[in-house]
């Protein structure tokens, strides 16, 4: 979960949020060192009296300076493409789960199970307990197996929201009338946290999400109470 003051990314809890956090340092020392390389210029000629007159007209330098960028969009690109083939790659899930966006909560159901699905709204301020996180606790956590790949088919029932998870690398619309999927592999046990990440009414910021990633043997026994 993020935390006050805090200037990176959450902990990674997933294959795919490792990736970009990854690339995400790739392309940052990138931009740092070309950032470098141009400050470095700019003082040079500020501070440098004289000239030379052969990188005034000079092929040399103009080729070097049209082919290094291109090299460098490349060493960018290619990361960045292999990244998106793994965000829709999606191998024999273990599970699928159906969130489904409503103005101003989530219903989730389980379709590999007969009748396992629910509601899940924000509590209210007023019911907290304490130590649990003010606007992102919901009163029915998204319970998922660890280790263990996730089908998320993503829709909504009437006006665009966004099922986002940043823990988990995920940030999918969701569109009414379209069915979007996505996955995720828990690697850490825990609870992660997101929120709808797109403007949806006057209560947008009220319908957070939390994913409790739990062991095998703990998830058959939450889905076996769940069902009863």
Known sequence: MAHPAQLGFQDAASPIMEELLHFHDHALMVVFLISAFVLYIITLMLTTQLTHINTMDAQAVE???????????I????????????????????LTIKALGHQWYWSYEYTDY?????????????ELTQGLPRLLETDHRMV????????????AEDVLHSWAVPAMGIKTDAIPGRLNQTTFTPTLPG???GQCSEICGSNHSFMPIVVEATALDHFESWSTAMLQ
Do not use: C, G, K, Q
């Open 63 to 73: 080729m070097v300076w049209t082919v290094l960028p291109a090299i460098i969009l």
């Open 75 to 94: 060493l960018i690109a290619l990361p960045s493409l292999r990244i998106l083939y793994l965000m829709d790659e999606i191998n024999n899930p273990h």
């Open 114 to 126: 007969d009748d396992l699905m629910f509601d899940s709204y924000m509590v209210p301020t007023s």
């Open 144 to 155: 998922v197996p660890m280790d263990s790949p996730i089908r998320m088919l993503i829709s």
């Open 191 to 193: 609870l992660f946290f």
